[in-house]
């Protein structure tokens, strides 16, 4: 993983790569097995699982940002109501994504012992 690359043409880079996967899934027979539906979600839970530490690094970056007196708002109006509100509304997201991180984990067990049709492939239909 090279990490020399401009962090926000990661984070756009991402968001192409979220919106591709709302279209190949846009349909359920995209998804046509239960191992395609726990792969996917699994995917989605690897990803979600580090917006979290990268709305915190933003956080951190802005309130570095306001400390250094390097933020300014249009009509040299004080920053520092609009920092604020930015943060908490960073906050907000860190919040939810953590709780999609932990449904996305809950789904993952169930889905785990999940396969194909009794009797079909990936489920042992008894004796």
């Given at each position: 993983?090279?990490?020399?690359?401009?962090?926000?043409?990661?984070?756009?880079?991402?968001?192409?790569?979220?919106?591709?996967?709302?279209?190949?899934?846009?349909?359920?027979?995209?998804?046509?097995?239960?191992?395609?539906?726990?792969?996917?979600?699994?995917?989605?839970?690897?990803?979600?699982?580090?917006?979290?530490?990268?709305?915190?690094?933003?956080?951190?970056?802005?309130?570095?940002?306001?400390?250094?007196?390097?933020?300014?708002?249009?009509?040299?109006?004080?920053?520092?109501?609009?920092?604020s509100?930015?943060?908490?509304?960073?906050?907000?997201?860190?919040v939810?994504?953590?709780?999609?991180?932990?449904?996305?984990?809950?789904?993952?067990?169930?889905?785990?012992?999940?396969?194909?049709p009794?009797?079909?492939?990936?489920?042992?239909?008894?004796?």
């Amino acid at each position: 993983m090279r990490i020399d690359r401009d962090p926000a043409l990661i984070a756009y880079q991402a968001a192409d790569e979220c919106r591709a996967l709302v279209t190949a899934t846009a349909k359920p027979a995209q998804l046509g097995t239960v191992d395609a539906v726990r792969d996917v979600t699994e995917g989605l839970h690897l990803a979600v699982n580090q917006l979290p530490q990268a709305i915190r690094q933003a956080a951190a970056a802005l309130r570095a940002l306001e400390e250094q007196q390097a933020v300014g708002v249009a009509g040299g109006v004080d920053p520092g109501g609009d920092v604020s509100l930015a943060l908490r509304a960073l906050l907000n997201a860190e919040v939810g994504l953590t709780v999609a991180r932990a449904a996305l984990r809950e789904a993952s067990e169930p889905l785990s012992r999940l396969g194909g049709p009794v009797g079909g492939p990936g489920v042992d239909a008894g004796p």
